[in-house]
């Protein structure tokens, strides 16, 4: 049925209303036998408050409300119109008619209709709720959280479209004040160490997390109490989302990965990044790169006088421009073509824009492809940090920023070793320029371009088999905007020369990953889905660190960032050994490998 209709059809049943609600109350009035002189009064002050009463209700905008949702609000406003109509309608008719209508009559009506039209509200929105719960089979819910956001919730399962056929069946709750209690008519069924038994006894298919304030600890472990359970689980946003209006009560998500980690969001000190951010010209290198694009998003939103966005991918560095425009319409955009490796372009790109802050987070990550291709590893994740390190210090940059990463610590891969020599570099450079040179290194990004967890999701979208390398294998996990804000926050903290190790939390095994990814997709790991063992890659260690033997951390002023103070390094060594590199880099792929094992004491050359 279409809204106009709607519409009409209740602007119908109030006429019809007025008119028996007027009726009834002549006849109570006259005990069943109206005289002939009032039955014209009664036809005329049926027709005034038909009129009235119809421009009052308007006036409130009673026809613009959606009474599926109606509550004591909708009720009050359905009693302020009425009121006011009845008072203007009680006024015309005895003006018009010459003499007063009954007061009686007057009130008795003004009490049947108001009990008359808010009954036939509240029956539509029975008759909504009945519809969407007796739909074929339901879906039966279960929320988890029995406070405010919890209500509306309820109220959202009970009366929107995007939930129809679904039934909620009651509430999960710890506070032991609420055991037994009702929720919009729906009881609080028990504590969270019940819900596997509740799933099952009322055969849940979907449960919500309705607990937007909670720490996110608590938030992981409802879902690692949920997980063990075959239903899905969504939760809705967080607090902040529902306050500022980006997203509504009704826009609940799937449970993702980041849930699980239970970290609580990364605190930043804004003014010490805005210090060395806002009205500044800063280049991000790998711009179009998870972790290069996300850069680009914060600091935009730092105010930067210009934003340059350089990459070697022509549609990556389009994208995130577009997202810019649309996003930050008043921070000034240099879009840049170039190849780190291009030392000629990477001065000429320097001395054009005189960047003051520099962020590089070009680089080769893949540890199977670069430990088949060393050369090119070598290439761009060595001599292409060193032709951007090299024109930020010729050209005056004010702090230059390396993203770097865990598997430079002892190296086992090419990636790893050739992203530990890019550091030594960038600790090299620092001792002679001007320019503060540091380095941040964390682990992997969760959701990241060729990451584990797109991976792991395709294949489960594809029905399985989930493949795991290791059965032992075990990383550290970061989201992307918590590493970027950390990547930030370091560069204010930068004096030059540390390499700056953020807290990744505790390890997570992959193969538990799997395992919570399928569940939480709904399905029962090695049941639904398969979960093969393909054996270690290449390059590949069964565990990541963060520091070598040789550092030591000292704290810095934010509680999830460290630094990490390696062994002095010769510069003079490191650039006779960086000119064999450029010897070899023409030749066979062992002797690059053995240029990289001689330069890196820790790396081993498994070929």
């Known amino acids: ?78 009693f302020k119109a009425l009121l006011a109509g009845m008072i203007l309608s009680y ?49 039966n819910i279960l929320v988890i959280g029995a406070g405010d956001c919890g209500a509306l919730i309820a109220r959202e399962i009970t009366t929107a479209d995007s939930f129809k056929g679904s039934r909620l069946i009651g509430f999960v709750d710890d506070d032991p004040n609420k055991r037994h209690m009702q929720v919009g008519g729906y009881s609080v069924l028990g504590n969270r160490n019940q819900i596997s038994e509740l799933v099952q006894t009322h055969n849940i298919h979907d449960i919500v997390i309705a607990m937007p304030s909670v720490k996110r600890k608590d938030i992981s472990d409802m879902i690692n109490l949920c997980k063990t359970t075959r239903a899905k689980v969504k939760i809705i946003p967080a607090i902040n989302d529902l306050i500022t209006g980006k997203l509504a009560v009704r826009a609940l998500r799937n449970v993702e990965v980041e849930d699980l980690l239970g970290r609580d969001p990364v605190v930043t000190d804004l003014d010490g990044i805005m210090g060395y951010v806002a009205n500044k010209t800063v280049l991000v290198t790998g711009a179009g790169g998870s972790i290069g694009s996300e850069l680009c998003r914060q600091i935009a939103s730092c105010n930067p006088s210009r934003l340059l966005l350089l990459g070697h991918g022509e549609n990556s560095i389009y994208s995130i421009e577009m997202e810019l425009l649309k996003k930050f ?215 990541e660190e963060l520091l070598t033997d040789s550092e030591a951390t000292t704290a810095t002023q934010h509680e999830r960032i460290f630094i990490g103070r390696p062994a002095q390094i010769s510069s003079k060594e490191l650039e006779q050994q960086l000119k064999r590199f450029e010897k070899v880099l023409g030749g066979d792929q062992m002797s690059v490998r053995a240029v990289i094992e001689n330069l890196v004491p820790f790396y081993s050359n498994v070929s």
């Open 329 to 543: 319409p008043y921070v000034h955009l240099e879009t840049i073509i170039a190849d780190i490796q291009d030392r000629y372009r990477m001065d000429e790109v320097f001395s054009k824009y005189k960047p003051q802050a520099v962020f590089h987070a070009a680089a080769h990550k893949h540890v199977p492809l670069m430990e088949r291709n060393p050369s090119e590893a070598v290439k761009n994740n060595v001599f292409g940090t060193k032709n951007v390190a090299d024109a930020a210090d010729q050209h005056g940059a004010e702090v230059f920023v390396m993203i770097s990463s865990d598997k430079a610590v002892n190296p086992s891969s090419v990636m790893g070793a050739t992203k530990r020599i890019a550091e030594m570099y960038v600790q090299s450079i620092n001792t002679t320029s001007n320019t503060r040179f540091v380095a941040v290194r964390f682990g992997n990004v969760l959701g990241s371009r060729g990451s584990v967890v797109p991976r792991f999701k395709e294949q489960i979208a594809a029905g399985g088999p989930v493949t795991v390398t290791h059965p032992d294998m075990v990383r550290y996990f970061m989201t992307i905007p918590e590493a970027v804000q950390l990547v930030l926050q370091a560069g204010a903290f930068a004096k030059g020369g540390e390499i700056f190790i953020l807290d990744m939390g505790s390890p997570v095994k992959i193969l538990d990953l799997a395992v919570d990814l399928i569940r939480l997709s709904g399905y029962e790991p090695y049941v639904d889905i398969e979960i093969n063992f393909s054996g270690m890659r290449e390059g590949e260690k069964l565990f």
């Open 91 to 139: 006024i015309a008719a005895s003006l018009i008619d010459g003499a007063r209508v009954p007061l009686s009559i007057a009130t008795r009506s003004l009490e049947m209709i108001l009990l008359f039209m808010g009954g036939s509200r509240l029956v539509w929105r029975i008759i909504r709720i009945n519809r969407f719960s007796k739909n074929g089979e339901s879906n």
């Open 1 to 78: 049925m279409s809204h106009r209709s709607r519409i009409l059809i209740i602007m119908i049943v109030d006429i019809v209303i007025i008119w028996v609600a007027i009726g009834i109350a002549y006849l109570f009035r006259f005990d069943g036998h109206i005289p002939p002189r009032y039955e014209q009064q009664m036809l005329l002050y049926a027709f005034t408050t038909t009129l009235i009463c119809g421009i009052s209700l308007a006036y409130f905008r009673m026809y613009r409300r959606m009474w599926q949702y109606a509550s004591i609000g909708e009720l009050i406003a359905l």
